[in-house]
């Protein structure tokens, strides 16, 4: 019994490391989601700068064709005046040449704030970019730091589920079934628990003495009648193994 003890304790301590990796394997992928989010955010500023930029290009130009058809209306007029007899009628017209002449001006003063804008937005732009490029070249890194570490935990846990194989053969498949029956049962953790004082430390409840007793003897195996966890008494494996002296 005590052999098989130390036996299932080896397969449970590999178990426990596999049940770890597991988890390390679930909680990998979303450190990774988190560094996406970050890059994700990081393009979408450079996008919003790069419309920034692109609006005032456009408005710029909308400047552009309404200054150039005010001209055209100018010139028409011109044009008209040449053909006009009557004074009244030409002060008409060159008032109106003015008024549009009062509109170039201000149009070509916001053309020139425009200009300023995409001066402020260009620059602004750029050192966006670079600083952002920069970050999610370190975001990148990050996430193929990830990706490695994962990929050794997997072959970590891989070469733990042969080591497992093995291991599971020095237990006798009485026993083995009893302990995948309780294993699954409980899903996490250990299930084979030494005895304190009476007490299973799997759940701190306390061990009937009979039942103490027949631990401690290693007579039979027990489970905990409070959680179900498979009982061994620590002592047993302290105890000396006889020294065996090879003779010649
Ligand atoms: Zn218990």
Redesign the pocket.
Known sequence: MKTQIKSLLELQDIDLQIEALLLKEKEIPKQKEKLQIQEKKLKQEIEDSEKTHKKLVLDQRECERQIAQLQEQIKKYNNQLQGVKKNEEYQALLKEIDEIKKQIGLKEEEQIKIMLQMDDANLFFLEAKKRIETEIQQLKKQEEQIDKELQEVIQERKGLEQRRLEAQKSVSPELLSHYLRVKQRRKTGPVV?PLKDEI?S??F?QILPQVVNEIMASEKIHT?R??G?ILYYPGLLEEQEPVIIPTD
Do not use: E, I, L
């Open positions: 628990v299973c799997g759940c409840m905990c409070h959680c966890r």
